[in-house]
């Protein structure tokens, strides 16, 4: 089993910045990558953005130039910066972990979440 533990969401003025991170414990082999999700009231969780153990980025386009994902594959943490916050970034914010085993099974966590709110 592996356990996601998400940490830093809060409610900040828009134009603010947070910092969220999420550690990985437990069974932990061969990632894939780490993301971020997010889900406002009333709608799909939708993506946010992913880094890989090299280091390779992606982002979805509303996170584009405001977001940073970053990781410490030495301790399964990754983090996501994020400046410029607007209202409609308001969400609840989840941790993923993709893993795949030697026989290419895929083994999928998510954290429980950490609430942003972007309010005057």
């Known amino acids: 089993q592996v356990q996601l533990v998400e940490s830093g969401g809060g409610l900040v003025l828009p134009g603010g910045s947070l910092r969220l991170s999420c550690a990985a414990s437990g069974s932990i082999f061969n990632i894939d990558h780490m993301a971020w999700y997010r889900q406002a009231p009333g709608k799909q969780r939708e993506y946010v953005a992913a880094?890989?153990?090299?280091?390779?980025?992606n982002y979805a386009d509303s996170a584009k130039g405001r977001f940073a994902i970053s990781t410490d594959n030495a301790k399964n943490t990754v983090w996501l910066q994020m400046n410029s916050l607007k209202p409609e970034d308001t969400a609840v914010y989840y941790c993923?972990?993709?893993?795949?085993?030697?026989?290419?099974?895929?083994?999928?966590?998510w954290g429980q979440g950490t609430q942003v709110t972007v309010s005057s």
């Open positions: 880094i890989s153990p090299a280091g390779t980025t």
């Open positions: 993923r972990v993709l893993m795949y085993d030697p026989k290419d099974m895929p083994y999928d966590y």
